[in-house]
């Protein structure tokens, strides 16, 4: 009896280490990005004028967005109307929000060169299925563009940027989208979603995608994966960033996607952030690039796709007015 006893204790002891894990797992699946410290920066809110939750479609508690534009841009390189950076936060479909430490970091540093940043809030997932997101983040961008004038804001020089599961988000927008009322001059990545049947594959580890789907139909999955989108006009550049450690979006299939995105648009990028997973956490380990240097990236990358017609500063010169931001930012 005693052995008996004894082999019930360890096999409930391996049960629950295996629910501890598997909670750690679905943790960091659903996309909370690394922190950054607001002693190290100026809160977003701090260092621009504020419009928050504005509605847009059926006014959903969840189909709000924020709007921040520039009190004082560092650089005299860009005047009115401002250039637009679109947000959309990552999460796994079910979480996250259009405030985040991420958005913060790399948004003052936006407006601080000049851009006006909207950030949008979506339906989530189990509760609303795609094409919930999708159509959302559309009505979104068609509700910004239609209060541009009163914002003076310039939505033919627009960039698209998200995170994981916004990352996906971003890119079907930019494929799969016609007529739109704004011009994508470039798409900014981290850690993006691109092939949702791969993601499929790791229900067990990862539910996010068929929680997002609704199913696990394969043509579903298929029709909803940037990487499967036909690509019949020349896309805007991307700039994609890709932990090399990542677990819940392998960077593989990033890569995949680049090469699509890369053979009909020259200007895009691919940068391997080593040693980070997904979020950029980096479990103490230095990474490469660091903070620092993807936000100098993604700043000039932004001012270098823009069609600004009084002023187009050739990349040395940006490359220098992005280090003065980043050193008053």
Known sequence: MSAKIQQIRRIRRW???????????????????????SNDHPRLGNVSDVTADIPYCTGHDKQTFDLYTPINSLLNTYTTPYPLVIYIHGGGWQKGDKRNSLLDYYG????????????????????????????????AINTIAKLANSYNIDVNNTILFGDSAGGLLASDYVLTRKDTPITVRGVISFYGVTDLINQLRYTKRNPNAYKFLGTRNVDTARSASPL????????????????????????????????????????????????AGHGFNSSGHSTKPTSDEIRRTLTLFALKHINNNNHRPDEAKTTEQVQIILDNN
């Open 15 to 37: 049960m629950i280490l295996l629910l501890i894990t598997i909670a750690i797992v679905i943790l960091f699946s659903l996309n909370i990005h690394r922190s950054y410290s």
């Open 108 to 139: 003052s540093s936006l407006t601080a060169a000049g851009f006006a940043v909207a950030s949008i809030n979506y339906r989530l997932a189990p509760k609303h299925h795609y094409p919930a997101q999708n159509n959302d983040v559309a009505c």
């Open 228 to 275: 499967y989108q036909p690509i019949a006009k020349t896309p805007p550049p991307f700039l994609f960033f890709h932990g090399t450690r990542d677990s819940v979006v392998s960077i593989e299939q990033a890569y995949k996607f680049y090469q699509r995105i890369l053979a009909h648009q020259p200007s895009s990028r691919f940068i391997r952030v080593t040693n």
